[in-house]
């Protein structure tokens, strides 16, 4: 089976349990977004620590046309800003506070050193994949002209391609990815069963990313048989991780790092010295 080589050549140094062939990815969704501002680089920095093997974050475009490190199209919800991000150049959105709102909503985890965070540019989220080694799943949002052609040339740019793959719930946006990119790692984010495999098959992507509650075992199996790996979104509940990982998911996205490695320390425990998978 074709493997997400990039994306999963830490994992399959280890093994799984009984049904698995390794212990599922661990990433980061927004960094450590339950425990930090998401999509800032003091979250993904809490994501390692966690234990994430990785992270996941959101692209856009400013007004300027430079890739940012957002979610949300409006900057209310996680900004000292407000309006579009796309109404606003790049020198504007890094001038604002994507931290405090954090410490605000969620008292018992806010940190003096969150106030004052910055949305990251693309470009120095790239950077620090690159001085950590790690793995990063990069979803672009809103569908903008131009966007897909800017994203390949800052990871091309940033001579990160070996850890990187580009996500999008969008079809037409996955379509232009290829078209640009013939062999750029590709993921295609669902929320419904329907044709999902299919829709990635024919973008040639490395793996889907269903809501964890359509993420069956039937599915993955479906998946695999189709050389898709399997790492879906997103868990925080740890019966949830626990069973999802006993159906052999490749990876899996969550808000908590630290919960999912300790869980995967826990199966380790039960198949010590156990040999590399095969490829």
């Known amino acids: 089976m074709a493997i997400l080589r990039p994306l999963l050549e830490h994992a399959r140094q280890l093994r799984a349990p009984a049904s ?3 212990p599922p990815l661990n990433i980061g969704h927004r960094g450590a977004s339950g425990s930090a501002p998401e999509n800032t680089l003091v979250s993904f920095d809490l ?55 954090f410490n605000r909503r969620f008292p018992a985890r806010a940190r003096e050193r969150y106030a004052g965070a910055r949305i ?15 793995r990063a799943l990069v979803e672009i949002k809103d569908p903008t002209p131009g966007a897909e ?27 232009r990815l290829r ?15 329907l044709l999902a495999i299919r829709h990635a098959r024919s973008l040639a992507a490395t793996a889907v990313l269903p809501h964890y509650a359509i993420a069956s075992r ?16 997103t868990i925080d509940q740890p019966l949830w991780m626990r069973r999802r990982i006993e159906d052999g998911v490749d990876g899996i996205i969550t808000n908590f790092p630290a919960r999912l490695a300790e869980i995967r320390a826990r199966l380790l425990e039960k198949v010590p010295n156990s040999p590399r998978p095969p490829l």
Not at 48 to 72: C, K, N, T, W, Y
Not at 74 to 101: I, N, Q
Not at 120 to 134: I, K, N, Q, S, T
Not at 218 to 233: C, E
């Open 47 to 101: 994501a390692l620590r966690q234990g994430a093997d990785g992270i996941e974050f959101d692209v856009q475009l400013s007004s300027d046309g430079v890739p940012v490190v957002i979610h949300d199209a409006r900057l209310d919800r996680t900004t000292s800003g407000s309006g579009r991000v796309s109404e606003h150049c790049a020198s504007v959105l890094r001038r604002l506070d994507a931290g405090s709102w």
């Open 218 to 233: 039937r599915f993955i199996r479906h998946a695999h048989r189709a050389s898709l790996h399997v790492i879906p979104w």
């Open 149 to 175: 052609a800017k994203v390949l040339d800052e990871i091309a740019h940033a001579g990160v391609w070996p850890l990187v793959t580009i996500l999008s719930f969008n079809l037409p946006t996955l379509r």
């Open 179 to 193: 078209q640009l990119d013939a062999q750029a790692p590709l993921g295609l984010d669902v929320s419904r069963r």
């Open 20 to 22: 698995l062939d390794w």
């Open 120 to 134: 990251p540019l693309l470009a120095e989220a790239l950077a620090w994949v690159g001085e950590r080694c790690c």
